[in-house]
């Protein structure tokens, strides 16, 4: 009957509706997890107030619906299996471009030298970046400074691939945990007199994410204007399926 009355939805806690248990008084508030207003409307129709307060204000340590829906998609999730995949398909690009290298009988340094404008830094480089701005960004962050690379990249095919199977094999070893904690932490990018300050997260999200993509585009560009015989699946790699 109670639940005839009053109106149903939103979160449920160990399947009782919190919405009906606090409107019947049998608690005198609930705590939940609430995204999209799944808290807030189903009150209203209860006669009773949902609040969604901002994000720290309220010690999600308290409850664990809470800390697991705000946690489920975290620093790590966001970073670090999408510089895998990615990296995947930049070494399968390396592969391609030197197989078709030879058998074109195109001199390698045509392709590795290539770049698509002459102000614009050529394939090795842009190569070596998708690996400073993911491992290399996440060392930074270890560090809590990064400055760009400014070494010479590899030269050669079989160097360019090395450089790409070292980088996934110590981003495979990163422990989610560890980037997680990052959360917070002062970061710093420096270059020359310049010092631009961010948090871990932010400066992993608005400047290295942004050249890593940058940098895998422009190598899988590069390619295709060489006439590498390429599509859009050579880019994004291997997708993350659900099992």
Known sequence: ??????????????????????????????????TLGAIRVPATMCGLAGLRPSFGRYPICLSTIARDAIMAFSLYAATVPSYRQILGAVSGLLGTAEAFSTEKGIAPDDIIQA?????????AYQVKSTAVHSLGAIEGVRRGVFSPDVTRP??????????????????????????????????????????????????????????????????????????????????????????
């Open 154 to 243: 590899p030269d050669n095919f079989a160097a360019l691939k090395a450089r790409i199977a070292a980088t996934l094999a110590a981003l495979e070893t990163i422990e989610a945990s560890e980037v997680d904690a990052f959360v917070g932490r002062d970061m710093r990018f420096t270059f020359g007199e310049r010092h631009v300050e961010f948090t871990a997260e932010n400066f992993l999200l608005s400047f290295s994410q942004p050249n890593f993509y940058f940098h895998a585009t422009t190598t899988y560009a590069i390619l295709r204007w060489k006439g590498i015989p390429l599509g859009k699946r050579d880019f994004t790699g291997k997708l993350r399926l659900k099992r």
């Open 1 to 34: 009957m109670l639940k005839s009355l009053l109106a149903q939805g939103g979160i449920l806690m160990g399947k009782t509706n919190i919405h009906a248990a606090v409107a019947a008084r049998m608690a005198p508030l609930a705590v939940a997890e609430d």
């Open 115 to 123: 770049r698509l404008a002459e102000d614009m830094l050529p394939f």
